[in-house]
């Protein structure tokens, strides 16, 4: 069935980000990384920009026979970031995409267990607080990830790579820079908006957030149509 499908979909997400996350939280917290721009980190490669790559490939195949994940925010993120990640194999900014690629996934290893529980009901029913403590985690994990350490890491990229394109350092392809420059600004936003959507959540779930009013009742001849239609 269609819902099985989808269930299959969200099953892989977790399983893909639980792995980037967890080879991206080994690397940047661990490993002894070096952090120039054109610094080859073989562990990156193979942990970070293959799986993710393939992740995205799967996802965007995916979505054209399954409407429900087609939306237009995740395909622009999808698109730019196997744009950044072909890129990246050129031996530029493996440091980095540690970082955006691997670390900051851990933030949707809980949302993809919301994802599922979405799916079927008859699960989240039973399980109202596991659904609660992902939410809750989700939350944690997203605000200090993409709403702070982004931003901060964001810095240190753009400050290495206008020095190099400054001739600080040699750059192999100045349009792949730019390139990166751009796409950061790009998904910086997005982490914007959907920061401003995980905000909302959690005020709802607090309580914090006063439900839309109510629509006026519909007229006799607005309901008409709906009677017989029924």
């Not at 995409?97 to 290893?109: K, M, P, R, W, Y």
Request: some cysteine; overall charge positive.
């Amino acid at each position: 069935t269609r819902t099985a499908y989808l269930i299959g979909y969200e099953a892989s997400c977790l399983l893909s980000n639980f792995y980037l996350a967890t080879a991206g939280a080994i690397a940047w917290f661990f490993l002894d990384l070096d952090a120039a721009l054109h610094a080859e980190i073989p562990f990156a490669v193979v942990h970070i920009l293959y799986p993710m790559l393939a992740h995205l490939i799967s996802d965007l195949a995916i979505a054209v026979f399954l409407p429900e994940v087609r939306e237009p925010a995740i395909i622009v993120h999808h698109v730019l970031t196997l744009i950044l990640g072909v890129l990246a194999l050129s031996n530029f900014a493996h440091f980095y995409c540690i970082f955006f690629a691997g670390l900051c996934e851990l933030s949707n290893v809980p949302l993809a267990v919301l994802e599922v529980f979405k799916l079927v009901p008859d699960m989240k029913a039973l399980h109202p607080q596991l659904v609660l403590r992902a939410r809750h985690t989700f939350s944690l994990l997203f605000i200090p990830l993409r709403l702070i350490y982004w931003p901060l890491v964001s810095l240190g990229f753009w400050a290495d790579s206008v020095a190099a394109l400054r001739g600080a350092v040699a750059v192999h392809s100045v349009a792949a820079v730019v390139t990166f420059l751009v796409a950061n600004i790009g998904l910086t936003g997005l982490q914007l908006l959907w920061t401003k959507k995980v905000v909302r959540g959690v005020q709802k779930a607090l309580g914090l957030r006063a439900p839309p009013a109510r629509k006026e009742a519909a007229s006799e001849e607005e309901r008409r149509p709906l009677k017989a239609a029924g």
